[in-house]
């Protein structure tokens, strides 16, 4: 791995997980729109980019459990932030956009 730029690694997980959080809330707007297909779609988008993150992230985490060293950095801190707030809002946005399914049941009923 000696061509893997640490920064790059760091400005791809900021990335991928901003662009999860985005279609995160563009998926609940949709859902708010009681178009659950296209949130459910965007959705799926949401999670293919916080894949991407992940991917990212791991390969951090066994470069640094094989011994090499990953320099901390404000910037990573950041980035480990902005992925876990991205998992986070996909995770609650998943549950709102159930309770709007379910209310808009209901409400046809």
């Known amino acids: 791995m000696s061509t893997f730029n640490l920064e790059n690694a760091i400005f791809e997980i900021i990335s991928y997980g901003g662009n999860a959080r985005s279609l995160a809330h563009e998926a609940l707007t949709a859902a708010e729109q009681e178009d659950f297909k ?6 799926e988008e949401a999670k293919t980019e916080l894949n991407q993150a992940h991917s990212v992230q791991t390969k951090l985490i066994n470069m640094e459990l094989n011994g090499e060293g990953i320099e901390k950095s404000l910037l990573l801190v950041h980035a480990q932030d902005h992925l876990m707030t991205a998992i986070s809002e996909l995770s609650l946005i998943e549950r709102m956009i159930s309770m709007h399914k379910k209310f808009s049941t209901e409400v046809k009923k």
């Open 38 to 43: 296209k949130s459910s779609n965007i959705i």
